[in-house]
C-alpha cells in the first residue's frame, strides 16, 4: 500500500514535457500554497508571471530558481509563438499571476485558448482564487452566482453596467480597486437599491483581512467612514433580484408566445421563448398551452 502509495504521489509530482501549467500562488498568506504547485514552478524549464519583479519574493520565499519571463495583457498575444515553439520541443512550462489563479480577471484568457488551438496541452494546478475564498466566508447564497469581474473605471459605463445587472436573481461578485470603492458602492446603491444585501471582503488571507456585511448603504456608509477600510484588494458581494412572480413575467411571456406561436409549432416557441426569457420551459409550456386552447 505505502509503495503504491509512493507511485502514485511521484507521477503527481512530476511535470510532462510538452505541457503548460497554470499555477494558482497565493492571494495573500504565503503558507496557502500546495506542494504540488512549488514543486511544478521548480521543475518547469520556464515560469511565465504576469510581473516578474512582482513574483520574484514569492519565488525566494519558496526556493524556486526557475527562470521567469513576462507575460502580460501588453505582450500576450506576441508571446504565443514563443510558448507555442517551446511547448512543440517539448518544453514544461509555467503561466502565474501576481496573485490568485491566472485568467481570472488576470491575463492569459487569449495564450490559453491559442495554445488549446493548436493541439497543445494545457494543465491547471489550482489554488487560491479570492472570488470563491470571499464566497465561502459571506453567508450569502452560492448555490447561483455570477462572476462580473472588475466594473468600468468611468461612472457612466459603471452605471450602465449595473443597470443591466437589475434584475439579475443570482448572487454578485466584483472585484474592486481601493480608490474606486467608495464610488462603486455609492452606485450601486443608487443602481440595485440602497436595501440591498452584500458584504465587502478586504484583505484575504493577509493580516488586516475584514468582512463587512449588511445592506449597500450599510456598507458605504462603513467604508467611507474609515480610511482603512477603503485600502487593499477588494471583492463585492451583492444578492441577487428577487426572483420574478408569476404575474410579473407572464404579460410579457405571453406577447413573446403570441408571435413565435404565430410562426412555429408550440414547441419550436417555448424554447424559443425559453431562451429570450430565461423564464423555466414547464411555466411557458403551461402558458402556451393554455393560450392554445383558448383559440380553440
Given amino acids: 500500500m505505502i509503495h503504491e502509495f ?14 503548460l501549467y497554470v499555477v494558482a500562488t497565493p492571494i495573500g498568506n504565503l503558507a496557502d500554497w500546495s506542494t504540488r504547485a512549488v514543486e511544478t514552478l521548480r521543475s518547469v524549464k520556464q515560469i511565465y508571471a504576469e510581473d516578474t519583479r512582482h513574483s ?7 526556493a524556486i530558481g526557475t527562470p521567469m519571463r513576462s507575460l502580460h495583457e501588453h505582450n500576450e498575444e506576441a508571446r504565443v509563438e514563443e510558448l507555442a515553439k517551446q511547448l512543440r520541443n517539448g518544453d514544461s512550462l509555467a503561466l502565474i499571476s501576481d496573485a490568485g489563479t491566472p485568467l481570472i480577471s488576470d491575463p492569459g484568457f487569449k495564450l490559453v485558448r491559442a495554445l488549446r488551438s493548436q493541439g497543445l496541452r494545457i494543465v491547471p494546478i489550482p489554488g487560491a482564487c479570492a472570488l470563491i475564498t ?15 469581474g472588475f466594473l468600468p473605471a468611468k461612472a457612466g459605463n459603471r452605471r450602465q ?6 434584475d439579475e436573481p443570482r448572487t454578485i461578485v466584483f472585484y474592486e480597486a481601493p480608490h474606486r470603492i467608495v464610488e462603486t458602492l455609492n452606485d450601486a446603491a443608487q443602481v440595485l437599491g440602497a436595501e440591498r444585501e452584500a458584504v465587502l471582503a478586504r484583505e484575504l488571507t493577509k493580516t488586516f483581512e475584514t468582512f ?13 467612514a474609515d480610511a482603512n477600510q477603503q485600502k487593499g484588494e477588494m471583492v463585492l458581494m451583492i444578492t441577487g433580484a428577487p426572483e420574478k412572480e408569476q404575474d410579473d413575467w ?14 412555429l409549432p408550440l414547441s419550436q416557441a417555448v424554447a424559443m421563448a ?20 383558448r383559440e380553440t
Fill in 250 to 263: 407572464q404579460p410579457e411571456a405571453e406577447r413573446m408566445l403570441n408571435v413565435l406561436m404565430a410562426e
Fill in 274 to 293: 425559453e431562451r429570450l426569457t430565461g423564464i423555466a420551459h414547464k411555466p411557458l409550456y403551461k402558458l402556451a398551452l393554455s393560450m392554445k386552447n
Fill in 56 to 62: 520574484a519574493s514569492l519565488m525566494a520565499h519558496h
Fill in 134 to 148: 470571499a464566497l465561502s466566508a459571506a453567508g450569502l447564497p452560492t448555490d447561483r452566482f455570477c462572476f462580473e
Fill in 6 to 19: 509512493a507511485e502514485k504521489w511521484t507521477r503527481i509530482m512530476t511535470v510532462e514535457a510538452g505541457v
Fill in 212 to 224: 463587512l456585511s449588511g445592506t449597500l448603504a450599510d456598507i458605504q456608509a462603513q467604508v467611507e
Fill in 161 to 166: 453596467r449595473l443597470q443591466q445587472l437589475v
